[in-house]
Nanobody
Framework: QVQLVESGGGLVQPGGSLRLSCAAS????????MGWYRQAPGKEREYVAS???????NYADSVKGRFTISRDNAKNTVYLQMNSLKPEDTAVYYC????????WGQGTQVTVSS
């Protein structure tokens, strides 16, 4: 059974930082491209960042230079370091694993507010 479990969300002030984690089980983690997506209230889910099996990274323009995605294959975990957070980053953040199939986590809430 595939499980992706996100953690690390919370309430943070504008300009602050958070680090999200996504622990995977039930997949061969090192063979999966991993990604982060987010969904704000009333909006479609949108792409945030991704990292390939050889650690090539890509980012949405809205987060480039502020967010960093990384992976630790020994821990079956992907991370999203989020700096200089803005109120418009408020959303539920979802982890995704992609190889032959696509799997999603349950999401973690990030709220950026003063």
């Amino acid at each position: 059974q595939v499980q992706l479990v996100e953690s690390g969300g919370g309430l943070v002030q504008p300009g602050g930082s958070l680090r999200l984690s996504c622990a995977a089980s039930g997949i061969i983690f090192g063979l999966n491209n991993m990604g982060w997506y987010r969904q704000a209230p009333g909006k479609e889910r949108e792409y945030v960042a991704s990292i390939t099996t050889i650690s090539t990274t890509n980012y949405a323009d809205s987060v480039k230079g502020r967010f960093t995605i990384s992976r630790d294959n020994a821990k079956n975990t992907v991370y999203l370091q989020m700096n200089s957070l803005k109120p418009e980053d408020t959303a539920v953040y979802y982890c995704n694993a992609l190889r032959l199939n696509s799997y999603w986590g349950q999401g973690t809430q990030v709220t950026v507010s003063s």
